[in-house]
């Protein structure tokens, strides 16, 4: 990049081409932020994740704040939760795959050929 930030004058003296650099610092510091290298706190976009995170000492209460929310999933044990999805999503998929079968999804068919089954 220094080749392109630099030029030779009329004494062969080389000099700064300051706009250059100044393009080259905004390219840097875009390319920062979009990679997430750089962070703005005054940002909605480019905030850094722990900047959304609460604190060591206010997750202390962390059963305050979880009443607070109104959210009693949150205190349900994550094991038992996410078998209650995994239960749900297996229901949803058996069903699926009724509707397909029995033909009552118009959007999905399929016809059988010999031994081949042809989904359109």
Sequence with gaps: MEHYLY?????????????????????????????????????????????????????QAKEELIAETGLMILNQPIRDHLSSLSELLENRITEVNERVSSGKNEYRQITRRGAKIVKK
């Design 7 to 59: 030029a030779c004058d009329t004494q062969k003296r080389r000099r700064l081409l300051w706009h250059r650099y100044e393009f080259l610092i905004y390219r840097l510091l875009r390319n920062g932020l979009e990679s997430g290298d750089i962070f703005c706190r005054d940002s909605v976009r480019f905030r850094s994740f722990e900047d959304d995170l609460l604190d060591d000492q206010r997750w």
